[in-house]
């Protein structure tokens, strides 16, 4: 199948990848926008592991205020001052910001859990399975699968990117790190909602968030 100018635009659109790459994924998949897609991202996971091990100790810190009534901060390494003032990168650091303040995530990557705290709720999630009725001898195994879904909950790199809910945080950072050629590193986060921790009357406001996320 001949790969065209619109098929490698089309793959670039979905990738971030380099139009070269992309030209050569088509190829080799002849045409096959799927197949290309997983190759290029196989790509992309090779190239972040290659450098994960190299220190990021660059970055910027990064804000996004909505509406007045959140307020997140993020902190974003690069190697080099170089990259951080890559208008890219700056780019990828407040979409992290906004992933904060619609998702409202708990920690960056699961490493940071508490143990007690995952120990506690798995014993929740256990007693769950047991009140449903589901017989002891599965319950572990449902256990497992459960805390997995709590983990893209609460964990920053876990969830879905707001803007494109088909990759996580993870592999959105793994392209950036594929195209831009450093390691990077979310390291940080800190979210403020107007009245957090004071009784009253309950509203959405990161779902409110999501929403015009979405709609951007």
């Known amino acids: 199948m ?24 088509l190829v080799e998949t002849d045409g096959d926008m799927e197949k290309a897609i997983e190759i290029l991202r196989e790509k992309g996971l090779a190239k972040a592991a290659k450098k994960a091990g190299r220190i990021a100790a660059e970055g910027i810190i990064s ?36 992933q904060v303040a619609a998702s409202n995530p708990l920690y960056v990557r699961r490493e940071e859990i508490p143990k007690e705290t995952i120990e506690k709720e798995k014993e929740i999630l256990r007693n769950q399975a047991l009140n449903e009725g589901k017989p002891e001898k599965i319950v572990d195994k449902m256990v497992e699968g459960r805390i997995e879904k709590y983990y893209k909950e609460v964990c ?31 390291r940080r986060f800190a979210r403020f909602e107007v009245g957090e921790g004071i009784e009253k009357k309950e509203e959405n406001f990161a779902e409110e968030v999501a929403k015009q996320m979405q709609n951007k």
Do not use: W
Request: net charge negative; aromatic share 6%; charged share 25%.
């Open 156 to 186: 920053l790199l876990e969830q879905p990117f707001i803007k494109n809910p088909d990759i996580t945080i993870q592999d959105l950072l793994n392209e950036k790190i594929a195209k831009i050629g450093e390691n990077l590193n979310i």
């Open 2 to 25: 001949a790969v065209t100018a619109s098929m490698v635009k089309e793959l670039r659109e979905k990738t971030s990848a380099g139009m070269l790459d992309c030209k050569k994924a």
């Open 63 to 98: 804000s996004y205020i909505h509406g007045g009534r959140i307020g997140v901060i993020v902190e974003v390494n690069s190697e080099t001052d170089f990259v951080a003032k890559n208008e890219e990168f700056q780019t990828f650091a407040k979409d992290v910001a906004m």
